[in-house]
């Protein structure tokens, strides 16, 4: 059977599949009025993706300029403190989580954030470098099969540097140990990384590497934490400007060490022109995220287009009889993978759970493996689409990453567009039931060669509802790159 039922269905007429919950035939039965309500509603949701983009690509060109003028403002002599780093052993670290007498003084979590001293943008700077070019013993523990370097190793330093400046910014710039968390009395989570973009190639030629992040932006328990991977010039000052790589943001969340629930954060003081700047793009990217959130397929049903590109794709690759569609047609449920892992202590963070950072390697080898073996050709790291971290994954628990080809492209500039969900779930190893404590979502792409001659095909509701968020975020991204390239010209 090609497309079961129930997509079959919904598919035979996309205005209503558009309006799940209403009769058959009641779009047409609508007044005018109601009509035009409607695909006004699908027409502003497409302005507004279109003036999100815009928007993106704005914030990425402005963070990145900013970004360098606040690093000047930070003292260099606080610059590679990374308090992130495990104090302790393991062994200690159980022997103090069963020793009650150790926690019995707690400290009050303050409710007024009035009350906490305001903090310069500049405080929270951290960053690592990596001397690829000076150290090829440095080089050949990230480098990959292909002589270049390993995006998912950087994807953990990426997220240690974010929770490095969050810290730095409750405590001041000058720590250098995070020490026993429920004698502080509180600690910071990653909530999501609402996007990494690869600005540049990575690894050729191999250069130095400096990975920095601080924070722009705060709300009551919440920080934006901006990170960006440069490439150093050999010849040149490592404290210096250097070319960007990559830049992306990380939504950080304080939390009581004690009651676990939202914890004030200091605020930010802006003083200069560019901090308020940097500020005024966070706030925006908040307000962004809970736009983009309330249009979500979990949400609310998808716009009347994309009903009508999702009965296209039907027509065209689900219908059988089409001998000569069904060699490039892959069932989007095919090209699932498969990875299961337990989870040991030495992949640990500050707080005794698994580093996010960790997570993030994972997903996203996963990830480009199932795009190498789908495209059957190498491909380049283009966009990290998003991550959501809904729950901790415990230490000593097996967890299991799942991986689809949501959704596949072909244009001038890249003859293949991969984009690849992957889900990561905790399984209980008594009762067999799975919790999801991750969501990842990231773009592969290839520079060269022929045009993909395959194409993913949903072929249930909810692979069409994974289809149709895989391709708004190659639509997203496409726009993001096509105004970038338009900027640089002008």
């Known amino acids: 059977m090609a ?38 509603a699908d027409s502003s949701a497409k302005s507004t993706q279109d003036i999100n983009s815009a928007q993106e690509t704005r914030f990425v060109d402005a963070i990145d300029r900013l970004l360098s003028v606040v690093r000047e403002q930070s003292n260099p002599a606080y610059r590679s403190s990374v ?3 495990i104090p302790e052993l393991w062994a200690e670290s159980i022997a103090t989580s069963t020793n009650v007498e150790l926690h019995h003084a707690r400290p009050p979590s303050p409710t007024n954030i009035n009350a906490l001293k305001p903090r310069h943008m500049h405080e929270s700077y951290s960053q690592i470098i990596l001397p690829f070019h000076s150290s090829p013993e440095l ?28 810290y730095k910014h409750l405590l001041g710039p000058d720590v250098n140990r995070l020490g026993d968390l429920g ?19 990575l690894g050729s030629p191999v250069r130095d590497l400096r990975i920095s992040g601080q924070v722009i932006s705060t709300g009551r328990s919440s920080m934006e934490v901006a990170v960006k991977i440069e490439s150093l010039d050999p010849e040149g000052d490592s404290a210096g400007d250097g070319k960007t790589v ?96 337990l989870m040991f202590p030495q992949e640990r963070n500050v707080h005794q759970k698994i580093f ?10 996963l990830g480009f493996t199932t795009a190498t073996l789908f ?36 244009t001038p500039e890249y003859p293949t567009l991969v984009h690849v969900g992957v ?44 289809w149709l968020e895989g391709k708004r975020a190659l639509d997203i991204g496409a726009e993001i790159r096509a105004l970038r390239y338009t900027d640089e010209l002008s």
Request: with cysteine.
């Open 423 to 466: 889900k990561a779930n905790v399984v209980d190893v008594v009762t067999g039931s799975e919790i999801t404590t991750n969501h990842f979502s990231f773009t592969w792409c290839t520079d060269d060669g022929e045009p993909l001659n395959r194409i993913v095909v949903p072929r249930s509701y909810e692979d069409a509802m994974m």
């Open 246 to 341: 990559m830049l992306g943001r990380f939504s950080m969340v304080c939390r009581d060490a004690h009651t676990h629930k939202a914890r004030p954060v200091n605020p930010l003081i802006l003083s200069t022109p560019e901090e308020k700047q940097l500020f005024a793009i966070g706030e925006d990217q908040k307000s962004r995220k809970q736009s983009h959130s309330l249009r979500a397929l979990s949400k609310v049903p998808p716009t009347s287009e994309e009903a009508q590109a999702l009965h296209d794709l039907f027509l065209t690759y689900g219908q059988e009889g089409l001998a000569e569609k069904k060699s490039k047609r892959v069932w989007l449920s095919d090209t699932k993978l498969e990875n299961s892992l």
């Open 139 to 166: 080089l050949e523990k990230y480098v990959n099969a292909s002589g270049g370097i390993r995006t998912g190793k950087l994807m953990e330093h990426l997220d240690s540097l974010a929770g490095s400046s969050a």
């Open 375 to 410: 495209t059957r050709h190498p491909v380049r790291f283009l966009s990290l689409d998003g991550i959501s971290f809904k729950r901790p994954v415990p230490i000593g628990s097996i967890l299991r990453l799942t991986s689809h080809v949501a959704h596949t492209e072909s």
């Open 183 to 201: 004698e502080r009395g509180f600690y910071v989570v990653t909530a999501a990384v609402d996007r990494l973009d690869m600005l540049e190639r």
């Open 356 to 365: 996010g950072g960790y997570l993030m390697r994972l997903a996203y080898e």
């Open 3 to 40: 497309f079961r039922t129930s997509l079959r269905t919904c598919l035979a007429s996309p205005s209503k599949f558009a309006r799940s919950g209403r009769p058959q035939g009641s779009f047409l039965k609508m007044t005018s009025t109601a009509q035009t309500r409607i695909l006004h």
């Open 83 to 85: 308090p992130v780093r």
